[in-house]
């Protein structure tokens, strides 16, 4: 008796969760469809007179194509680099015994608990004024290259590659280097795959950073650009903004509904410590 | 050791012996120098570089102007700093201890394959965390309104008055918490279910065989077991909440009243819009400082009540 009552009780509370985290995405859709007018009347859960005027002026007014370009390709340059960086630190750190190796490790690990927002008012100054990289892609892509998430994270995953593999190809005669290339990385795909995935989506939803340091409108990213949106107190344009929002989610969503396993893999092993 | 010092005083070909370990070792240490170069680079000389700057009144351009530890002093008594701080402490209170909750008792029922279909539910609550925090302030801003937003005619049917969601001082702190459970809870679920996977099933199985029933297993055994992840995240927790910016800065400009403005809000209008970059870099400080000493306390607190000593 207890169990026939339970289950429903419990697909109830988890099918109305679901639809709780749901209900955003398909506002947002919805409301991207409609006259501005018609999101402040508020009466409809659907468009009343669906429209695309909308994704008209983002893409004809607001140039999104640049922006959803210029944010793909900072998140692809980003994420490449710091995934070989990563690999390959990760790599030493499995594989290698060398003087200074756990205090290495440990002052790494101590530099993960540092936010961003320590070091952002010097950075700024050091991207104005030494490295005059203000309105340039280099500081999203270069200082977070190689972190130490990401070292820890291809460390764990390459732990379990083995030792005599590695030794096998030493014999051959192959160069470290080579045998990273040649052996190392091939075997540790699924890991790289995840640790893309984490990287490509917190450089494509990153705000903070781009919004100090990108000012010109063809420089800006997506999130900065709904930014620039928004307009004076009580004239944000939400009509358009409702559309560049379904723009900005979109790409996630496919992404991580087509790999969404091996990024719930990288999440979990990144918080179980070896 | 005697033969190494000759070598070391040259009276050999062969290298020092520190340079021959650097040369043996020269693939691990050339493999990972690329995080410490950048390490050194971009956070430990700009954390040192931000001690000289917190010492200076600066507008960011031109000459600087040497103050000493006036700014530290003006910090001790900046009320609208030390505002955005409690700030955070609340928001923290008003969110993370229901989210964790939720993310147990969630992972737990999933991971009990009580309910079928375990993937779906799992990908339908984790799906916000993708989301750009940009958009979904924004979606979140319209559904919040007091007039016209969905949430509020919802309530209208059900005979609600309209609420403030973003209008008065807590409603905005609990629109903001709600807005984090919404965007952090697949997360923290997913965290949990990994914690939970290498919990043995049998341990739970046992305990119910032994008469316990499934809430008391969830109390006895599960909750104890997850220690170590329940404190892992809610540490992360508390690092997000007081590392909180676009949140605050999309869903409610710092507002009203400057309710939800955080401590990376306030060094961020420091910088850029009052371009005070001394000032800032003392508040960033200041901030880390707290920060850390938080996370301490909060390791501390929690080891010293773990039930198995």
């Known amino acids: ?274 | 050791m005697i033969r190494d010092i000759s070598q070391d005083l040259g009276f050999t070909r062969t290298r020092p012996r520190w340079r021959r370990e650097l040369w043996r070792h020269r693939w691990p240490l050339l493999f990972i120098s690329p995080f410490f170069v950048l390490f050194a680079v971009f956070n430990v000389y700009p954390i040192g570089f931000s001690f000289w700057l917190s010492l200076h009144d600066w507008p960011g351009l031109g000459p600087m102007d040497f103050v000493g530890l006036t700014n530290y002093a003006e910090l001790g008594r900046d009320s609208i700093f030390w505002s955005s701080m409690l700030n955070a402490l609340i928001l923290f209170f008003i969110y993370v201890p229901l989210m964790t909750f939720l993310a147990v008792v969630i992972a737990a029922v999933l991971n009990s394959r009580f309910l079928k279909l375990q993937g779906l539910w799992r990908t339908l609550i984790f799906v916000p965390n993708i989301t750009s925090m940009v958009a979904a302030g924004y979606t979140f801003r319209l559904i919040l309104d007091k007039d016209s937003g969905a949430l509020n005619h919802a309530l209208a049917i059900l005979h609600v008055s309209a609420v403030p969601w973003l209008d008065d001082v807590w409603w905005a702190r609990i629109s903001l918490g709600l807005l984090m459970i919404w965007a952090w809870l697949g997360y923290n679920t997913v965290l949990m279910l990994g914690g939970l996977q290498t919990i043995p099933p049998e341990l739970v199985e046992a305990a119910k065989v032994d008469g316990a029933t499934a809430i008391q297993a969830f109390w006895r055994i599960t909750v104890p077991l997850l220690r170590p992840m329940i404190l892992f995240a809610v540490t992360i927790s508390i690092i997000g909440t007081f590392s909180m910016f676009t949140e605050p800065y999309i869903l409610t400009r710092g507002g009203p009243i400057r309710a939800t403005e955080t401590p990376v809000f306030q060094i961020f209008n420091t910088t850029f819009q009052d371009l005070r970059f001394g000032y800032a870099a003392a508040e960033s400080y200041v901030y880390f400082a707290i920060i850390v000493a938080i996370t301490l306390f909060q390791f501390w607190g929690l080891s010293r009540r773990d039930p198995v000593n």
């Open chain 1, 1 to 274: 008796m207890r169990i026939t009552l339970d289950k429903p009780i419990a697909y109830t509370a988890i099918i109305a969760l679901s639809l709780v985290m749901l209900f955003p995405f398909t506002w947002m859709l919805s409301s991207s469809l409609k006259p501005f007018s018609e999101i402040f009347a508020g009466n409809s859960f659907l468009p009343e007179q669906p429209t695309l005027a909308n994704y008209q002026s983002l893409f004809e007014q607001n140039n999104a194509v640049l922006k959803l370009w210029n944010s793909f390709y900072i998140a692809a340059a980003a994420t490449a680099i710091s995934v070989f960086l990563c690999a390959l630190g990760g790599y030493a750190f499995a594989k290698f015994r060398f003087p200074g190796r756990g205090l290495l490790f440990s002052l790494m690990l101590a530099s993960m608990a540092l936010p961003f927002a320590v070091v952002m008012v010097p950075l700024f100054v050091m991207m104005r004024n030494v490295f005059h990289w203000i309105d340039t892609p280099w500081p999203l892509i270069i200082p977070g290259a190689a972190n130490a998430f990401g070292i820890f994270f291809m460390r764990q995953y390459m732990l379990s590659v083995p030792d005599e593999m590695l030794d096998a190809a030493r014999v051959d005669g192959a160069s470290e280097f080579r045998i990273f290339w040649r052996i190392v990385l091939p075997t540790s795909v699924p890991g790289l795959i995840s640790l893309s995935i984490i990287f490509f989506m917190s450089s494509w939803n990153n705000f903070l950073w781009p919004l100090a340091i990108l000012h010109s409108d063809s420089m800006q990213t997506v999130p900065v650009m709904l930014n620039s949106l928004q307009g004076p107190p009580g004239r944000t344009a939400f009509d358009v903004l409702m559309a560049g929002s379904v723009v900005s989610v979109l790409p996630m969503l496919v992404i991580f509904l087509i790999l969404q396993r091996r990024l719930v893999a990288g999440i979990t092993s990144g918080a179980i410590k070896g």
